[in-house]
């Protein structure tokens, strides 16, 4: 029996803003209804307590309830350190200027790749992961997100379909290929996607090099949703965001867990309904994260970003304190979702299996402690 027919036959059975972003700052300067303090949290249901490699973790300035997440399970600093330095040096390369190689090494995605997977000591490999991610990120807030940088939401749908070109290049079409060429030379963040997927491609296998490229394309999808919703300025419901961000979240760097790690989660494994699922569960829980993490990053943005928390607050009409306590819980549930899912999958015979889901639960872990930490999200005094 195949490893697909002995996962199918093993899991057989069912499974498991709005209107303007004035309003909400205005709402994130008022107080909460119901103040909620840490004293007011209500203890942690004891059956999810007994497992010691998830926990309820405090997060941000300790006034709204814990996050129930993984455990980090190596904090190596010097490692993450070494990661940032090789990145920082490589960011050059791609043509970013001194202010924004520095901008990229104070946020750190060394450390979050050092973080996010605990079973790679290589930092080389771990620069696999660094530089995407970066490149991402640098797509996201040039593109998309950040207007101060110059992101314009009209313009991001062509340019997207650039970077799609840059990670995935299309075969030559003569003189209509020159322009396409000059231009993906030309942009420090289309020559950053390009160099990180090459890089990818000395490590992994031409699946899971696909597998990271389509993976990022539907990501772009979500992307020209959230710029239509900005330039038109009817932010949607919280259920229509989320219905994007389940594939616009770290789904998209968790699928690199393998490569990092050496091995190769065959296809039908990891494209397996059960597996996708508990993938995607991990990818949104450690969204929600960075949701909960930008809230005040976002509202200094004339045009701030979607966000879970800000679209609750606008559906529900209640406190940024309310929404973040709902965002909280919701969070908490897709993990234990997560944490039945990996149990119910413990009983498939793949070791590559066993160890790509430890790797969702590591990267969840490492990715809280990353958030936590990182200059990026660090909370500002309100005033």
Known sequence: MT???????????????????????????????????????????????????????????????????????????????????RLIAWAGECGFDKEECEQIGKAGFGRLVMLAHPDCEDPDRLLISAKLNAAWWAADDLYADDTSLGAVPAELPPKLALAMAAMDPVPSLGEFSHDLDKTLRGDRVLVALNSATDFLRRSGTPAQVQRVCYSTFAMFVSWTAYAAWRHSGKYPPAWEYLAARQHDSFYTSMTLIDVLGGYELTSNLYYDPRVREAAIQAGTAAVLVNDVHSVAKD??????????????????????????????????????????????LSGVPSLELHRFMRGLRGWMGGGFEWHSTSPRYRTKPRN
């Open 3 to 85: 490893e697909h027919g002995a996962l199918a036959t093993l899991l057989a059975g069912p499974s498991g803003l709005g209107t303007s972003a004035a309003r909400l700052a205005a709402r994130l300067a008022q107080p909460p209804a119901v103040p909620l303090v840490a004293e007011e949290i209500p203890p942690p249901p004891e059956e999810l307590s007994l497992d010691p490699a998830y926990a309820f973790r405090p997060w941000g300035d300790g006034s709204a309830p814990p996050l129930y997440c993984p455990v980090t399970e190596r904090i190596n600093d010097p490692l993450g350190e070494e990661v940032d330095r």
């Open 299 to 344: 509202l200094e943005d004339e045009s701030p970003p979607c966000n879970t928390v800000l679209l609750i607050a606008d559906d529900r009409k209640c406190t940024i304190e309310e929404a973040t306590a709902i965002t909280v819980e919701l969070h908490n549930d897709v993990v234990r979702d997560f944490q039945a899912a990996h149990e119910k």
